[in-house]
């Protein structure tokens, strides 16, 4: 598409509830990026796929939090057992993975855990 | 570990009057520097990179930011303010070949009439 889409772009759900969110991004982009924006926060990696396979996970939280995107375009992001410190904005970028590798990010999905 | 301070948390410019928005960083060689701006509702768009080269560095919507080794600062500049400019600011840094991008923490710009 022409942009990164990112759905839903609200979710709110009970504690404990699991989550699914996710993230078209721009056709041909080979690399995808899942970051978390708490209020009055920076961007915080979480996870970076290049292809289908998960290249770096080193800022996913806890083993609650699982990525997946198998065929190399759509990704999701998967949230077990949700906690109130989950709620968040979660923005998803894909960028060609060459080069100056420059992110265009999605408008985020913000998840509201009660 | 690389980090990345945006002293002012928030600023408030009058319209027609120049901006300037600081960004200084840790990191032991020479990072790739970005500037985005996130508006309510919107993704976040990139306004200006540097990788390499010129240290004057051109963006979208009027922007420049300068890179200054000697004072590890990638500062944020516009000459003239739109009210349309207020906005949600975020410096950020990649080292090398690393794919993360390092955030600071914004600065929320308001521009008054």
């Known amino acids: 598409g022409a942009g990164v889409s990112q759905t839903p772009s609200n979710k709110v759900t009970e504690k404990g509830k699991y989550v699914e969110l996710r993230c078209d991004p721009i056709s041909g982009h080979t690399a995808l990026y899942w970051y978390r924006q708490s209020l009055g926060q920076g961007p915080e990696f979480l996870i970076y796929?290049?292809?289908?396979?998960?290249?770096?996970d080193s800022g996913l939280p806890n083993d609650r939090f699982f990525a997946v995107r198998p065929e190399g375009s759509v990704s999701t992001l998967k949230i077990q057992r949700t906690e109130r410190g989950d709620s968040a904005v979660y923005l998803c970028?894909?960028?060609?993975?060459?080069?100056?590798?420059?992110?265009?990010f999605g408008a985020g999905s913000r998840l509201t855990v009660l | 570990a690389q980090s990345v301070t945006q002293p002012d948390i928030h600023i408030t410019v009058s319209e027609g009057a120049s901006l300037e928005l600081r960004c200084n960083y840790s990191y032991g060689a020479t990072p790739y520097l970005f500037w985005y701006v996130q508006s309510p509702g919107q993704g976040l768009q990139l306004l200006l990179k540097?990788?390499?080269?010129d240290t004057l560095v051109q963006g979208i919507k009027g922007f420049e930011a300068e890179f200054k080794r000697s004072q590890s600062s990638f500062n944020l500049r516009k000459p003239s303010v739109h009210w349309s400019d207020a906005a949600e600011y975020f410096c950020?840094?990649?080292?090398?070949?690393?794919?993360?991008?390092?955030w600071g923490l914004g600065t929320s710009l308001a521009v008054n009439p």
């Open positions: 970028a894909s960028s060609s993975g060459y080069g100056a590798n420059v992110l265009t």
């Open positions: 950020a840094v990649r080292a090398g070949n690393n794919r993360k991008l390092i």
């Open positions: 540097y990788f390499s080269g």
């Open positions: 796929f290049q292809g289908t396979g998960a290249a770096d």
